[in-house]
């Protein structure tokens, strides 16, 4: 398996743009999540799935931000409309689930910067 | 909900010497407590995790410790090398709901 993968790597956007980042998580894998990874606050959990039924979005800073998992091998993470605020590395990891021993596998992340 | 707090948030030592990062948490529903490495533009990965039936866990230079009593666990790394320099996050899960709450992160660096 090639690992979570994540799209885009890089994303520059002026302030008011909608912002769109995509996650494969490992094939097999129940539980999906998505992180936001700044200086200041370290990685906050901001949703996750199991299943693909969303768990608890508790993080979910505003209603600027959402989040889908329409199957088992996609996920999205949506901001609309983009604040400078959000700049930051979005990571989405998966972990096998219960059924698993609970390692987190993360992508390689994507960078946004919001002009 | 579950909070993790890590000290201290960055540790400088010497090559060779040990170092010793400590985390608290707050839910005591919690079970699942893994260690993170994430080095310079990388992303997290496993370095070494406990469950709360085991007190301590090594792995060549990694040694993790729990007191559940307490709600307090700790990383140690000993033999430090330069290549040890990175991000280390502890987390603390409740596995039956998969949740994983991050500590923010010691910044260790390893002075040759």
């Known amino acids: 398996d090639a690992g979570v993968i994540q799209s885009p790597r890089h994303e520059v956007t002026e302030m008011g743009q909608e912002v769109t980042l995509r996650c494969k998580p490992i094939?097999?894998?129940?539980?999906l999540f998505w992180y936001r990874q700044t200086m200041m606050r370290g990685l906050e959990l901001l949703i996750y799935?199991?299943?693909?039924?969303?768990?608890?979005d508790s993080g979910m800073p505003e209603d600027r931000f959402s989040a889908k998992m329409p199957n088992a091998s996609f996920s999205t993470l949506k901001i609309q409309p983009s604040e400078p605020r959000d700049s930051a590395v979005y990571f989405c990891?998966?972990?096998?689930?219960?059924?698993?021993?609970?390692?987190?596998?993360f992508g390689e992340g994507s960078r946004l910067t919001v002009l | 909900g579950e909070n993790v707090e890590q000290h201290p948030s960055t540790l400088s030592v010497q090559e060779g010497d040990s170092a010793v990062i400590k985390c608290t948490y707050s839910?005591?529903?919690?079970?699942?407590f893994p260690w993170y490495k994430q080095e310079l533009g990388k992303r997290p990965q496993l370095i070494i995790d406990?469950?709360?039936?085991?007190g301590e866990k090594k792995d060549q230079r990694i040694a993790v410790t729990l007191n559940k009593t307490a709600k307090h666990f700790s990383l140690h790394i000993t033999e430090t090398q330069p290549e040890d320099s990175a991000v280390y996050f502890c987390a603390a899960t409740e596995t039956s709901y998969d949740k994983v709450i991050f500590g923010p992160g010691t910044s260790l660096s390893v002075i040759p």
């Open positions: 094939s097999g894998h129940n539980s």
């Open positions: 406990i469950r709360s039936n085991v």
């Open positions: 839910d005591s529903a919690s079970n699942y």
């Open positions: 799935f199991n299943n693909n039924v969303p768990i608890d």
């Open positions: 990891a998966s972990s096998p689930g219960t059924s698993g021993n609970g390692e987190l596998f």
